[in-house]
């Protein structure tokens, strides 16, 4: 009995030593991904927290949008992304606002619990998501309203649309349809003209303007943390992706302002989404926080009166 006991310490220590030697790759691994992560995220929180950067995005996003159609002369009409049925377009720009809800809303919570363990405060922040949830669900009806009340459908004429579209030309618009609006109008395969505005252009715009806002506290976050220890792999992990994020709608919306150029109704578009950034994150955020004002991004887990009253 005693060598069979030996005998099983004897291979147990041998497994023990075998596991050990095998998760030492996976932790060196781990550990260069950690320190990789650092890097990035600490080189990305120093732009993104500079003044130079917040004050000077949005004149690039103006630019962008104004001579953006511009580029439609230099595209080639031959690319992947003139195909409005593109994955890119219907995974992602159909659904621009439900994915930069759930990354910069993730992003918020974790930044407000790693600062102040309040969950009062983590929602009084993540209400400045529903209210720019609520500002572009009321713009999407109005426009919808004003594209049906002003607009016309139109039916081409079958014979003359064959025609044209071997000449190469746009087929001819006959047959009136009053009453429609745009949804059913386009259901049915017919022709849309009138009054638009773009909401694509004007969401995208937004949510750019959006993810900027609440990603600059990140920086001033970390100096701050320096005290009680570094921010943790998962808030840099949210962060990178909120960044990634924000390229994403960069790479659309200069996709869709080359590939699809519809003056003036992005540039309309691009002009509401700035408006309903001024008007929130420089009108109504600043007069916060209390409890009918959220306060703009890092109020209250990073203010300076906030951090000495939990020093004492």
């Given at each position: 009995?005693?060598?069979?006991?030996?005998?099983?310490?004897?291979s147990?220590?041998?497994?023990?030593?075998?596991?050990?030697e095998?998760?030492?790759?996976?932790?060196?691994?781990?550990?260069?991904?950690?320190?990789?992560?650092?890097?990035?995220?600490?080189?990305?929180?120093?732009?993104?927290?500079?003044?130079?950067?917040?004050?000077?995005?949005?004149?690039?996003?103006?630019?962008?949008?104004?001579?953006?159609?511009?580029?439609?002369?230099?595209?080639?009409?031959?690319?992947?992304?003139?195909?409005?049925?593109h994955?890119?377009?219907?995974?992602?720009?159909?659904?621009?606002?439900?994915?930069?809800?759930?990354?910069?809303?993730?992003?918020?919570?974790?930044?407000?619990?790693?600062a102040?363990h309040?969950?009062?405060?983590?929602?009084?922040?993540?209400?400045?998501?529903?209210?720019?949830?609520?500002?572009?669900?009321?713009?999407?009806?109005?426009?919808?309203?004003?594209?049906?009340?002003?607009?016309?459908?139109?039916?081409?004429?079958?014979?003359?649309t064959?025609?044209?579209?071997?000449?190469?030309?746009?087929?001819p618009?006959?047959?009136?349809?009053?009453?429609?609006?745009?949804?059913s109008?386009?259901?049915?395969?017919?022709?849309?003209?009138?009054?638009?505005?773009?909401?694509?252009?004007?969401?995208?715009?937004?949510?750019?303007?959006?993810?900027?806002?609440?990603?600059?506290?990140?920086?001033?976050?970390?100096?701050?943390?320096?005290?009680?220890?570094?921010?943790?792999?998962?808030?840099?992990?949210?962060?990178?992706?909120?960044?990634?994020?924000?390229?994403?709608?960069?790479?659309?919306?200069?996709?869709?302002?080359?590939?699809?150029?519809?003056?003036?109704?992005?540039?309309?578009?691009?002009?509401?989404?700035?408006?309903?950034?001024?008007?929130?994150?420089?009108?109504?955020?600043?007069?916060?926080?209390?409890?009918?004002?959220?306060?703009?991004p890092?109020?209250?887990?990073?203010?300076?009166?906030?951090?000495?009253?939990?020093?004492?």
């Amino acid at each position: 009995m005693d060598v069979k006991t030996k005998n099983s310490d004897i291979s147990l220590e041998k497994l023990g030593r075998m596991a050990e030697e095998l998760m030492l790759p996976g932790r060196f691994i781990l550990r260069v991904l950690n320190a990789a992560l650092e890097s990035v995220t600490n080189v990305l929180a120093t732009i993104f927290g500079s003044q130079v950067f917040r004050r000077h995005f949005h004149l690039m996003l103006s630019g962008l949008v104004l001579f953006g159609p511009l580029l439609n002369l230099w595209v080639s009409k031959f690319s992947i992304f003139t195909n409005s049925h593109h994955y890119l377009y219907r995974k992602f720009l159909k659904s621009t606002w439900g994915w930069t809800w759930i990354f910069s809303g993730s992003f918020i919570l974790l930044l407000s619990l790693s600062a102040r363990h309040s969950l009062s405060l983590s929602l009084r922040h993540l209400s400045r998501l529903g209210v720019v949830g609520l500002l572009w669900w009321g713009c999407r009806r109005l426009l919808t309203l004003l594209e049906d009340a002003t607009g016309t459908c139109y039916e081409p004429i079958a014979q003359e649309t064959q025609s044209s579209a071997s000449l190469g030309l746009p087929p001819p618009l006959l047959l009136l349809h009053e009453g429609r609006s745009k949804a059913s109008c386009l259901r049915d395969n017919m022709v849309w003209r009138g009054y638009e505005v773009s909401q694509d252009v004007l969401i995208l715009c937004l949510c750019c303007l959006l993810l900027v806002e609440e990603l600059s506290v990140f920086g001033p976050h970390m100096v701050r943390a320096r005290r009680s220890g570094p921010p943790g792999a998962p808030l840099r992990f949210v962060f990178l992706l909120c960044v990634a994020l924000l390229a994403v709608w960069m790479f659309l919306l200069l996709c869709v302002l080359a590939y699809f150029p519809k003056f003036p109704s992005q540039q309309l578009g691009g002009a509401l989404g700035y408006l309903g950034w001024k008007g929130l994150y420089q009108g109504w955020y600043t007069l916060g926080p209390s409890w009918c004002f959220p306060g703009l991004p890092g109020d209250g887990p990073l203010t300076t009166t906030e951090t000495g009253k939990q020093d004492e």
